[in-house]
């Protein structure tokens, strides 16, 4: 494999200071140097450095339904005519919407279709990124979805998934009123968890009103902790009904939304240990104020920083822009964002990755910008000059 200098100023996300006239070599797929660029071994001196204004680690998007197809442009337009997400999906659009879409596609196309996603996600400084299903809802397309995501996942030119069956996403359209039938599809869910401990690294479930419950996730999630596979919530996105507790009951890795999340839930989740991840992107295009920021530092949660990329509540795939609204809607600091989306970000979703250190994978960035605060600014525009994922460029 090539070797890479690259030279610039280097912020690592460990405890060592930014180094202003730093240099990164990469060597077999690891970061063979890090230091000061007159420092550099002799033997890199022979290759031409890559230069860039600020070298960071690879950002890491620890919350994406990035596995989606089609478009739901009508709804958007019907949201900024006042109409509410819930009521937009209660007339079949939404999640639903989404659904039909799998339905019509095959593996392939998914596939395809999540490939050049990732690239375009790569290319804003994207190195690692979960990616759930949720827009099966029956068994068959929750694995078509599965197999997507894998199928993806080993294309070249893409950056590391981290796959998620997010199968409690949504109420199946067959199941709305009908207690049997939502019964059955929660079972089927726990036997789905069952089937997938190969192919799903974490379940995700959502729990909330108009979701699922508490009792219908925790059935699901003991399977999911029976097999070995980890627990993330999408939890209090429009109202608090328990699932903040339910994600301490259970360990949960991430609890991600929390609109809604009072003061009694984020105190379940900061003696629990489990991360908070935020999605401004997702609030913003709701209208929705932010989560409680002051009391979740209040509490020492670690806080996560992710784009929420979906057709409908965040209609992008670019983390940095969550970033921007991350210090502009929620009021984080950019030592608070940038650990967000690199350290605390991987530990959640438990990849060795999002800080640069020498034996370290090399996932690098660097920017066409002079330093850390300046990652959130360029609202909409990519400022990558290079991105490495394990070694290789992407
Ligand atoms: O994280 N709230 C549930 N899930 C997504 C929305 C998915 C969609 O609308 O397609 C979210 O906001
Ligand atoms: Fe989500």
Redesign the pocket.
């Known amino acids: 494999m090539d070797a890479h200098v690259l030279t610039g100023r280097v912020v690592t996300m460990t405890d060592d200071e930014a180094i202003d006239d730093g240099a990164v070599a990469i060597e077999r797929g690891a970061i063979a140097f890090l230091g000061r660029r007159s420092e550099l071994p002799e033997r890199f001196a022979p290759l031409p450095p890559r230069r860039a204004g600020l070298i960071t680690p690879g950002l890491c998007d620890a919350?994406t339904?990035a596995a989606?197809v089609g478009s739901?442009h009508g709804e958007y337009l019907q949201k900024l005519r006042g109409e509410g997400?819930e009521a937009i999906a209660a007339r079949g659009g939404?999640?639903v919407a989404?659904m039909r879409a799998i339905e019509q596609a095959t593996v392939d196309e998914i596939a395809e279709t999540l490939i050049a996603r990732l690239k375009r996600m790569a290319a804003l400084g994207v190195t690692t990124v979960e990616v759930k299903t949720?827009?099966g809802l029956r068994r068959a397309l929750e694995e078509k979805q599965l197999a997507a995501i894998a199928m993806a996942s080993r294309a070249s030119g893409v950056p590391r998934v981290v796959p998620t069956l997010l199968a409690l996403?949504a109420l199946p359209p067959e199941a709305r009123g009908d207690d049997r039938a939502r019964a059955e599809y929660v079972a089927s869910v726990g036997a789905l968890v069952r089937a997938s401990r190969d192919r799903a690294k974490f379940v995700d479930a959502?729990v909330?009103r108009n979701?699922f419950r508490v009792d219908e996730a925790r059935a699901v999630m003991n399977v999911a902790r029976e097999v070995g596979l980890g627990v993330r919530m999408?939890i209090g996105?429009f109202a608090d009904v328990g699932g903040a507790e339910l994600a301490a009951e259970l360990g949960a890795r991430s609890a991600?939304?929390l609109e809604y999340v009072g003061e009694a839930g984020l105190a379940a989740l900061a003696s629990a240990g489990v991360a908070a991840t935020l999605?401004p992107i997702?609030s913003f295009v709701l209208g929705q104020a932010a989560p409680d920021v002051p009391a979740l530092r209040r509490a020492g949660i670690r806080l996560v920083v992710a784009s929420?990329a979906?057709?409908?509540?965040?209609p992008s795939e670019s983390l940095p822009l969550a970033m921007a609204f991350a210090a502009r809607l929620y009021g984080l600091s950019t030592a608070e964002i940038l650990a967000g989306v690199t350290t605390e970000a991987a530990r959640s979703l438990e990849v060795e990755a999002g800080a640069l250190r020498e034996g370290a994978v090399a996932d690098v960035v660097g920017w066409d910008l002079p330093h850390e605060d300046a990652l959130l600014q360029p609202w909409g525009t990519g400022r990558t000059t290079f991105v490495f994922c394990g070694g290789h460029p992407l």
């Open positions: 919350h339904h989606w739901r997400y939404g999640i989404s949720g827009y996403h959502y909330d979701a999408h996105q991600d939304h999605l997702a929420d979906n057709p409908g509540t965040a």
